[in-house]
């Protein structure tokens, strides 16, 4: 399974129907995986010191998922997530906006896994 990593609008292609083809359905195209190359390539054993290679720049902060944010490796997950910011702007015909609640979000240190405790 190839991660994508960098879902966005600027990535997604409509193409027409040819007219040979039996089915006259559009086709939505998903184009730039050179990002999710490079980090398979780069990365087959992901190292959260890492994540400085690819900075946030390099992908549009909005689709990012909050582990992106994190600097922590994209998974499925961040590719669903993406996706559904894109289905959002699809159906609304705006981006969610950016708010200082998720700068301040992203800016903090994931939180810490523990054991779960028991009751007693």
Not at 92 to 111: D, E, K, N
């Amino acid at each position: 399974m190839i991660v994508h990593g960098d879902l966005k609008p600027e990535n997604c292609f409509c193409e027409e129907p040819m007219e040979d083809e039996s089915d006259d359905r559009p086709r939505v195209l998903v184009m730039g995986f050179g990002l999710a190359r490079a980090y398979r390539r780069a990365f087959p054993e992901w190292r959260p010191e890492l994540a400085e290679v690819f900075e946030p720049s390099t992908v549009f902060p909005v689709y990012m998922s909050p582990e992106q944010v994190a600097g922590e490796q994209p998974t499925v997950r961040s590719d669903i997530y993406a996706l559904g910011v894109l289905m959002i702007h699809l159906l609304t015909g705006h981006r969610p906006r950016a708010t200082g609640r998720r700068r301040r979000w992203s800016a903090r240190a994931p939180p810490a896994r523990t054991a779960p405790t028991r009751a007693s």
